[in-house]
């Protein structure tokens, strides 16, 4: 979950998640492993092609739990808001860090990461305006008190943020892509991306518990496990606002609303960047 920089290993010092020291994941299923380019990435073959594998997702399951370092892209909201008009019972939980790895450690960022700020916060607008209800946008802080050296745009709730450098997609335990495409538009057009498209519910179903017990501080509490596995977005914002309201150190695990006010920090449209670029 941390990615490159292991920002979230060092946050979250809860045990590591050891196949050794449980069950394994299960061996059967279908696992595809391999590359896409996007469509300019080679602008003079006959062969492009887009990387479709988060459009997929998003177009086909029921139910959505992403955990992205980015959502810029308005074609995936589109997708989802597509989606959920053909499926009433579609519910998203989405989980990105409070600021971009390029805006957390300057007051003053360059015009692309804020016209991806601007991008971002447009597309969960639309997400929040079309769903409603049935749309959460949750964020991770320690739970600590947050360090006297850290920037104001990675403070929330009183700690400082867990950067979450992940590109995770799971749809209804059905479905999982894993890999290193975001959500914006150098991934899905420009950049080439790996990625892991795995269709085994069982092992989803097993991964996906136990991330969700990391990030909640493993949970005890058999009504509440229960209540993640019945109502999932339902449970998840509860837990987060009852996160929010406790002191860092008191809370169970590492997830919080996302405020409002980090959505649209120093996000502006800069109208001579293409979308794609950022």
Known sequence: VAGNNGNLRHAMPTQ????????????????????VRGQFAQPLSPRRRQNDGPRR?????????RLFQFLRAGEIAEAILRRAREVPSLEVILLLPLVSDLMRDT??????SRHGQWLQRDAVRRL?????????????????????SAMPQTRA??????????????????????????????SLHLDTEAGIDWSDPPAITLFRRRLWRHLFGD??????????????????????TENAGRQPGERR??????????LGWRAARHWLLPDTCV
């Open 16 to 35: 590591r998640l050891d196949l050794a020291a449980e069950q394994r994941l299960p061996a059967h299923g279908h696992h595809a492993l391999g590359t």
């Open 128 to 148: 929040r305006k079309g769903l409603g209800h049935r749309f959460g946008v949750f964020t991770l802080v320690r739970n600590a008190p947050a360090p006297a």
């Open 157 to 186: 709730y009183g700690s400082d943020m867990v950067y979450v450098h992940a590109k995770l997609a799971i749809a209804d335990d059905r479905r999982m892509i894993l890999g290193s495409a975001n959500l914006n538009g150098r």
């Open 57 to 65: 997702v998003a177009c086909r399951e029921v139910a959505l739990f």
């Open 107 to 112: 007051s003053d960022p360059n015009p692309g």
């Open 253 to 262: 695990g590492y997830v919080v609303p996302f405020p409002d006010e980090a």
């Open 219 to 240: 949970l005890q509490d058999a009504e509440a496990v229960a209540a993640l596995e019945s109502r999932p977005l339902g449970h998840w914002r509860r837990l987060a």
